[in-house]
């Protein structure tokens, strides 16, 4: 089922998502519903907030080199916990939920990630490149924290100012 993605400025998107402690089956029908609403809206990513559920949940799906987003290569993470962040890397993001906007932001280059399945087991990931860049991104979203709060305030302005203009064409 595809759920609908909550976009900016929705007041939801600023909550701090809650620790998952039940690792059940309603939990593996969320997390496939969300792999269905990332695919049909072209993401990378997704975290649970973003379709209205605070918990600390995100998924994963980086194309391959032919851009193509494989379910085997689907990461499920939950409570993940950011260790051994290393160098910075700048990259051009644009989120699900602040359709239509890109911009640079500075993350860091590699990481470690401690984090859990579906069922509940423990898992660690070294991720480096896009998957280092898309999983700070998704976590940001766990503690409510978008992409655009990372820019500085002049190209924030202008954000909000385009962003503003932007909505008012579409209605």
Avoid: W
């Avoid at 309603?26 to 649970?48: C, K, P, V, Y």
């Avoid at 080199?65 to 499920?76: A, D, F, R, S």
């Avoid at 399945?117 to 940001?140: F, K, M, P, V």
Wanted: overall charge negative.
């Amino acid at each position: 089922m595809i759920l609908p993605i909550i976009t900016y400025p929705n007041k939801q998107l600023k909550a701090l998502s809650s620790e998952v402690t039940h690792f059940d089956e309603r939990l593996h029908l969320f997390l496939d519903n969300m792999f269905e609403t990332m695919i049909s809206s072209n993401g990378i990513g997704l975290a649970a907030i973003q379709v209205a559920n605070p918990i600390r949940a995100l998924i994963l799906c980086i194309p391959d080199e032919e851009g193509n987003q494989h379910k085997e290569n689907l990461i499920e993470i939950i409570n993940p916990v950011i260790h051994t962040p290393r160098g910075t890397v700048l990259y051009q993001e644009g989120c699900l939920s602040v359709p239509g906007f890109y911009e640079d932001v500075e993350r860091y280059e590699s990481l470690t990630l401690h984090y859990q399945n579906r069922h509940g087991e423990t898992s660690i990931l070294h991720a480096t490149d896009l998957l280092a860049i898309a999983i700070q991104h998704e976590i940001d979203h766990l503690d409510g924290k978008l992409f655009i709060e990372k820019l500085s305030y002049n190209r924030r302005k202008k954000f909000e100012k385009e962003y503003k203009r932007a909505l008012k064409e579409k209605k």
